[in-house]
């Protein structure tokens, strides 16, 4: 069965250390991986995707992720936390058998809280 | 541009009452999808339409809820009548139909009591 997993129900980070969110994922053919974050009263934003190409990607407020084709994995990274970073963040994968479209499949979500 | 919007952000309702979420998508948004997140658990796929056709429905949990999107611009889902297990946030996200159509741009979700 197609799924995502986040291991980690909570980060807790240091502001100014660097910060890993983790995502594994489990579809048929090649992958489209999105990260998403959700900040207190507000919606889902929309991070970063990986469809094809570098296995790093950079997306908005500074994060990246890698792409893990042998580990099926893509974490969300950024090298230096803000307090500011504190949200939920979920991880997605498109559902391979949704015709081409595009039906995501969500972790459960991780909340990430940076202190000063 | 506007963004996805979505009324009510808030409703709470009795058992058996019927409640009706709207969801606006960004103009000339031809996929509007409909999601739904219980109880702190995975944001899951309800429903997709294209246009005004829904292209997969698969979600839908059972015969209490109804979406529709007539003419093909905003959407409702209908839940009636409501029951405990409803509660929860729903959000709305739409795509174009080409070009981009990858990334979903989500709306600030309706939270939902039943009580």
């Known amino acids: 069965a197609q799924s995502v997993a986040q291991p980690e129900d909570q980060v807790k980070v240091a502001e100014g250390n660097p910060l890993t969110v983790k995502c594994t994922y489990s579809?048929?053919?090649?992958?489209?991986l999105f990260w998403y974050v959700q900040y207190p009263n507000r919606g889902l934003q929309f991070l970063l995707k990986?469809?094809?190409?570098?296995?790093l990607v950079k997306g908005s407020y500074g994060f990246e992720a890698e792409f893990n084709k042998s580990q099926t994995s893509f974490h969300l990274k950024k090298p230096s936390a803000l307090v500011s970073d504190s949200a939920l963040y979920f991880c997605a994968v498109r559902d391979s058998f949704s015709g081409g479209y595009n039906k995501l499949i969500f972790g459960a979500g991780t909340r990430l809280a940076v202190h000063p | 541009e506007a963004g996805v919007t979505q009324f009510p952000s808030h409703s709470v309702i009795e058992k058996g009452q019927t409640v009706t979420l709207r969801c606006d998508p960004i103009s000339g948004h031809d996929n509007l999808y409909w999601y739904r997140r219980v109880m702190g658990k995975e944001i899951k796929f309800l429903l997709h339409f294209v246009k005004e056709s829904k292209q997969d429905e698969s979600g839908m949990p059972n015969n209490r809820f109804l979406a529709e999107r007539t003419g093909g611009t905003y959407s409702t889902l209908k839940v009636q009548p409501a029951e405990l297990e409803d509660s929860g946030v729903y959000f709305c996200?739409?795509?174009?139909?080409?070009?981009?159509?990858?990334?979903?741009?989500f709306g600030p979700g309706t939270r939902l009591t039943v009580l």
């Open positions: 996200a739409s795509s174009p139909l080409a070009g981009g159509s990858d990334t979903q741009y």
């Open positions: 990986y469809i094809t190409g570098d296995n």
């Open positions: 579809v048929s053919g090649n992958p489209y």
